[in-house]
């Protein structure tokens, strides 16, 4: 069973900066693919970015492309979420998910979830 484990969440101006870090454990080496979704009070979990584990090839969701960027440390089975220029209608709650054998846009394509971590940018 994989286990993931988000950090990086706080309190941020906006124009600021954050990094969102996901460290996967337990039976990592199924782990496909790794996203990031978010989601704020009174709106549907929305899909922010996703990477393939294996070469790296993204997908990001339309609302943040050119804003965030997402990587991952395959050593380390961990998945990170550099966002920029972060505005107050990117705060939200920020999940990381996985997947052994998909990528995808929707949340319901990835087995395995974290917790959750909270993004807040104030103006």
């Known amino acids: 069973q994989v286990q993931l484990v988000e950090s990086g969440g706080g309190l941020v101006q906006a124009g600021g900066s954050l990094r969102l870090s996901c460290a996967a454990s337990?039976?990592?080496?199924?782990?496909?693919?790794m996203a990031w979704f978010r989601q704020a009070p009174g709106k549907e979990r929305e899909f922010v970015a996703a990477?393939?584990?294996?070469?790296?090839?993204?997908l990001y969701g339309d609302s943040v492309k050119g804003q965030f960027t997402v990587s991952r440390d395959s050593a380390k089975n961990t998945e990170y979420l550099q966002m920029n220029s972060l505005k107050p209608e990117d705060s939200a709650v920020y999940y990381c998910?996985?997947?052994?054998?998909?990528?995808?846009?929707?949340?319901?394509?990835?087995?395995?979830w974290g917790q959750g971590t909270q993004v807040t940018v104030s103006s």
């Open positions: 990477i393939i584990l294996s070469d790296g090839r993204t």
């Open positions: 998910a996985a997947d052994p054998q998909r990528v995808g846009v929707y949340e319901d394509g990835y087995d395995y």
């Open positions: 337990g039976g990592t080496f199924s782990i496909y693919a």
